[in-house]
Nanobody
Framework: QVQLVESGGGLVQAGGSLKLSCAAS????????MGWFRQAPGAEREFVAA????????YYGDSVKGRFTISRDNAKNTVYLQMNSLKPEDTAGYYC?????????????????WGQGTQVTVSL
């Protein structure tokens, strides 16, 4: 069992920045690929970013490429999502997720553990 706890969400103006954190516990953090997803009311859960267990390989959803950066610090059992140039359409609950090592996945069903989420609201 892996426990994931997100933090860092809040209210920010369009064009601003926010950094989310996801603290992991319960198992060996380094052995898992990590991802960030988001879900707005009435919408499907959307892939945002993923990072391999080594931290070397990253992938991003088309809507956030060039604006968001995912990273991890295995010594701290923490994964981060740096969000820049935020837009109102980025408003959503943001969820941290963990998956067994292998090819990085953009699919919700391939992630095994999920945090409770943290709300990000971007105003005009």
């Amino acid at each position: 069992q892996v426990q994931l706890v997100e933090s860092g969400g809040g209210l920010v103006q369009a064009g601003g920045s926010l950094k989310l954190s996801c603290a992991a516990s319960g198992r060996t953090f380094r052995s898992y690929n990590m991802g960030w997803f988001r879900q707005a009311p009435g919408a499907e859960r959307e892939f945002v970013a993923a990072v391999s267990w080594s931290g070397i390989t990253t992938y991003y959803g088309d809507s956030v490429k060039g604006r968001f950066t995912i990273s991890r610090d295995n010594a701290k059992n923490t994964v981060y999502l740096q969000m820049n140039s935020l837009k109102p359409e980025d408003t959503a609950g943001y969820y941290c997720a963990a998956a067994q090592t292998g090819r990085l996945s953009l699919r919700v069903l391939e992630y095994d553990y999920w945090g409770q989420g943290t709300q990000v609201t971007v105003s005009l």
